[in-house]
């Protein structure tokens, strides 16, 4: 690389944001989070253009007269790229690249963009990359005149990845590495069953917490776990790779609750796609605890953006705990009252100071082990690999050694019921 194109890549990019008004409310929540996605791929925002109209442009998302605006504006600021808060077509993309004269990216790639920023583990790198490769195939022609512009294929936002794909490849190598990592992505998936299938015979139960990317699910799971394992920043998407810890409840009752990927507002298919490997975990869980920030004045809207996905990923009939956290620092408690009014099973908490966490492992366990059943069983001293099967899979509160057996009160699951029916006594 040389000294100018790594100065290059250095250097703080300057962009532009556009979007247009279409629904009322929305759309200006929408460019507020851009703003905050922009600022965490690490771009500088210098202004921001928002059009009224009923639909996107079919030829460049904003009409010809708008672009002949912005390219003036980016002219005039020295921009470096330009962010359009919606998904743009191929043809768009290859309109308004040639037009403005500049790098264009659209929301999605900035979304894969901080994601290839937080890739940590291979499969996550290989999640992102995949993500990435799919949505470049058809952009290519478009692809090739912006790095032209830019100077090169390596640095800066939306043109970084964690794998060695580079954005101007020919079609047919970059569909050969589609179906590569199309095919690692199937082995992760099977590895990722035998985990689960492992933790399956462990008999804890699962829990997963989901909900809008930075409402604090990591922190969350440093407090249940009594621990600062999870790496819990004030960042969009900070948290890519599923990490897992097992947790106590009460006294007898564990469980293994997992972070997940944040959601957002029209999180794109592409990313819920390539991440299938990840978000199965959400639909294989015995409980999910969706977590809602609620010192963000939009509050309820994210909840609601968060509860599409898990309706998208087939979750939506887990039993879930609504977690409305930071309840420390609400911005109002009329805000709080309104979600508790139009959301069931909610419980305030914050994660930060632990205020309700007791509260949150109660529930937790209520919801968990509500399906165990109270036995008494008289365990021959010959059969005491029963008392471990108790443990394991249930839990056993009182064990009294008598002459000839040992009395044991446990609570237990069906399965494990059936197998050690022939010494219950009561229950």
Known sequence: ?????????????????????????????????????????????????????????????????KVEELASMVQGMEADLVIFNAELSPVQNRNLVKAIDTKVLDRTELILDIFAQHARTREGKLQVELAQARYSLPRLAGRGRMMDRIGGTGGGIGVRGPGETKIDVER?????????????????QRRRKVERRSRERSGLPTATLVGYTNSGKSTL???????????????LFETLDPTTRRIELEPGRECLVTDTVGFIQDLPHQVVAAFQATLEEVTESDLLLHVVDVAWPAAFEQYEAADDVLHELGAAEIPTIVVLNKIDIASSERKVEIIESRVSNTIR???LTGDGLD????????????????????????????IELLNERGHVSETKYEAEHVIAHAEVDEATLAQVRDLVVSG
């Open 221 to 235: 799971l440093n407090a249940l776990a009594g621990s600062r394992q999870v790496v819990a920043r004030d960042r």
């Open 359 to 386: 509260d949150l492992r109660r529930r937790m366990s209520d919801l968990l082990f509500a399906h165990l059943i109270e036995v008494t069983l008289h365990i021959p001293y010959d059969r005491m690999s029963v």
């Open 349 to 351: 908490l914050s994660a």
């Open 172 to 188: 047919r190598t970059l569909r050969r590495r589609i179906q590569r990592l199309e095919n690692e992505i199937e082995e992760v």
């Open 1 to 65: 690389m040389s000294r100018d194109q790594k100065r290059r890549d250095e250097r703080v990019e300057r962009a532009i944001l556009v979007g247009i008004e279409t629904l009322e409310g929305r759309s200006a929540r929408s460019m507020r989070e851009l703003i905050e996605l922009a600022k965490t791929a690490g771009a500088q925002v210098l202004d921001i253009i928002t059009q009224n109209r009923d639909k996107p442009d079919i030829a460049t998302f904003i009409g010809a007269g």
